[in-house]
């Protein structure tokens, strides 16, 4: 079995690109249906959901734009608990229909406060769409309306998820070692 390791820690293979992409695919056609009637701004959170935002977007069949932001709550394998805002939203959302297209909520501490900051901007409706959700992580009161994979409380690397920067660039997704026999 291929692994690889980063930072002396071990992972093994999880979720491979091709389920991946089909899942990517299915969320674009719901959202497709969902957003018909509107032009909806995509807010992709950097650096971790640009991989899933640049193929979710591709695969919409309608017209949407995109815009970027980042920022960082995530220190090694934990996260800090500190949200900081590094970049941030130069659009104008009032009234618009805004999706946050995110890597992975765990506590949904970054969402939360993500969300609190995009309310006083007076948005239509916020969505939210995340590629992975650890529902048995979250500290918020926050549920992703789109997402695709639900998954247990693992340190998860791959398809824009790093540690420490290293990982991102890997097509499929992996988990530590110690987690392995949950499956996605």
């Not at 018909?36 to 995509?42: H, Q």
């Not at 959170?45 to 309608?62: H, K, M, S, T």
């Not at 017209?63 to 590094?86: C, M, N, P, Q």
């Not at 660039?169 to 110690?178: C, Q, T």
């Amino acid at each position: 079995m291929k692994r690889v390791t980063y930072k002396g820690l071990t992972f093994e293979p999880y979720i491979e690109r091709d389920r991946i992409s089909a899942r990517i695919k299915e969320l674009a056609a719901q959202m497709s249906e969902d957003f018909k009637d509107d032009i909806p701004l995509f807010i992709c959170v950097l650096n971790g959901a640009f991989p899933f935002a640049a193929d979710l977007f591709r695969e919409l069949d309608i017209d949407a734009e995109i815009t970027f932001i980042r920022l960082k709550s995530y220190e090694g394998t934990s996260t800090s608990g500190r949200v900081k805002e590094i970049a941030g939203l130069t659009e104008d959302i009032t009234g618009r229909r805004v999706i946050v297209v995110e890597d992975i909520i765990d506590t949904g501490n970054t969402m939360a406060k993500l969300v609190k900051d995009l309310e006083v901007r007076n948005p239509k409706s916020i969505s939210l769409a995340s590629l992975l959700y650890k529902p048995e992580s979250v500290r918020q009161d926050i549920k992703p309306d789109y997402v695709g994979f639900t998954i247990p409380s693992a340190f998860i690397i791959g398809f824009g998820l790093d540690i420490d920067g290293l990982g991102r660039n890997l097509r499929d997704i992996w988990v530590l070692s110690e987690h392995y026999d949950e499956e996605a």
